[in-house]
């Protein structure tokens, strides 16, 4: 019964810039680590930024020194801040959070995925 929703995904030019948005919510008693991956058509889903309950953030070499993650654990909430974006950047992006339940198993919860479109 917990829920990770993603907002802020769209349409931006190349060299634009987005932010995105998880909100978790439900019957969440802690969230540990929280982060972002993303899936072209036809490739992987790939890790692009992660963050841990205290704050350190990992980044994918590819989004490095463009993108920022970062969190309000009062909000139970993840951030992704997008930069100098390109067409390679076209994904849905997933939020995933590790969350310990109500029922204190810890486990990864995944949003439903939001689209970033990056084209003229």
């Known amino acids: 019964q917990v829920q990770l929703v993603e907002s802020g995904g769209g349409l931006v030019q190349p060299g634009g810039s987005l932010r995105l948005s998880c909100a978790a919510s439900?019957?969440?008693?802690?969230?540990?680590?929280m982060g972002w991956y993303r899936q072209a058509p036809g490739k992987q889903r790939e890790l692009v930024a992660a963050?841990?309950?205290?704050?350190?953030?990992n980044y994918a070499d590819s989004v490095k020194g463009r993108f920022t993650i970062s969190r309000d654990n009062a909000k139970n909430t993840v951030f992704l801040q997008m930069n100098s974006l390109k067409p390679e950047d076209t994904a849905v992006y997933y939020c995933?959070?590790?969350?310990?339940?109500?029922?204190?198993?810890?486990?990864?919860?995944w949003g439903k995925g939001t689209l970033v479109t990056v084209s003229t």
């Open positions: 995933n959070a590790e969350i310990s339940s109500w029922s204190r198993l810890l486990r990864d919860y």
């Open positions: 963050i841990t309950s205290g704050g350190s953030p």
């Open positions: 439900g019957r969440i008693f802690s969230i540990n680590a």
